[in-house]
């Protein structure tokens, strides 16, 4: 770089010619001395006596235009490198911690939107396979498992309360709207069970096999009643705080033969609460609480030996 007739030549150029050389050229030696960043610091007056050269100036506006690419480069490369460090720690999570699966899809929700503001209604691939992640794990969660041979049929109750399955296994089975099996499969078919329905009002079933037959089938069997029994005494008092034999045979009838872990556990809540209000025994309420939680780790939002004191100390109220 030189000083020419009034102004600054790169290296290869002719004074003959006047012209600056690449721009490249110029701004990498503008920029390794300072010269660049001097020259925009200088007062208007000297800063125009020394650009004199057309070219010069129209370097400098393509070093503007340039550091301005660079940066918009740079920012949305930190933003995607971001987004992938935050999809990498929501996998991880899934794999290793399925209990905050609900947390890591509200953390994957949110990588999409900051995607989408970061590269204008664009969501990075990295963002979108974590949230494929969570929707399956999410999804999972109603995954109904039972039975032993491919599913061939399922249809929904009229009022949506049941699914019945017909299976490869050759039996036909029943489930609760949130994926629990009620009562044990049916059996009959000696060959695979192709088609099922319920009847209009939602009380019989019929089922076609393989075996060449259909069959009828009754919806609610004893297990059936027995399940709808106990849900309907679920919270009642002569069945959370049970008196009499009778009652006490009943409530572990529904324990061990009626009730799914996240019914159980609902009961195992109700249970503790009625200790402690009634009974004032917090240390039996929270033996309850823990033992609902053990079942179902959403049983309860508070800490066991918070709520029983709690509770506890409303049935001393006057």
Not at 236 to 261: I, Y
Not at 284 to 301: H, I, P, Q, R
Request: glycine letters at 8%; charged letters at 25%.
């Amino acid at each position: 770089m030189a000083w020419g007739g009034g102004g600054f030549l790169a290296s290869g150029a002719s004074e003959a010619t006047g012209r600056i050389g690449p721009a490249v050229t110029v701004m990498g030696w503008a920029m390794s001395t300072g010269v660049l960043a001097e020259l925009r610091e200088l007062p208007v007056a000297v800063h125009n006596d020394v650009l004199l050269y057309t070219d010069l100036c129209t370097f400098f506006t393509h070093s503007d235009e340039q550091d301005q690419a660079q940066r918009l480069f740079l920012g949305r490369a930190l933003a995607d490198a971001q987004i992938q460090n935050r999809s990498r720690k929501i996998r991880d999570k899934l794999i290793n911690l399925p209990q905050y699966t609900v947390e890591a899809t509200l953390e994957a929700m949110d990588t999409v939107g900051d995607s989408l503001a970061a590269f204008k209604d664009e969501v990075k691939h990295s963002a979108q396979y974590a949230l494929n992640q969570t929707w399956h794990k999410i999804c999972e969660r109603l995954k109904l498992e039972g039975h032993r041979g491919s599913v061939r049929s399922v249809a929904f109750s009229p009022q949506g309360d049941r699914i019945v399955s017909g299976s490869a296994d050759n039996t036909l089975r029943l489930w609760d709207r949130e994926g629990n099996p009620i009562g044990q499969p049916l059996e009959g078919h000696r060959d695979s069970v192709w088609s099922v329905a319920f009847s209009p009002q939602g009380d019989r079933i019929v089922s076609g096999s393989s075996d060449n037959t259909l069959r009828l089938w009754d919806r609610i069997r004893w297990q059936d009643w027995l399940h709808d029994c106990c849900n309907q005494l679920l919270h009642h008092s002569d069945l959370v705080r049970p008196k009499t034999d009778a009652a006490r045979g009943a409530c572990q009838v529904c324990m061990d033969q009626a009730w799914t872990r996240r019914e159980r556990a609902e009961f195992l809540v109700a249970q503790g609460k009625a200790l402690a209000y009634y009974e004032q025994d917090a240390d039996g309420a929270v033996a309850k609480f823990d033992e609902a939680l053990s079942l179902d780790g959403t049983a309860l939002e508070v800490e066991p030996r918070e709520l029983a004191e709690q509770i506890k100390g409303w049935g001393t109220s006057p």
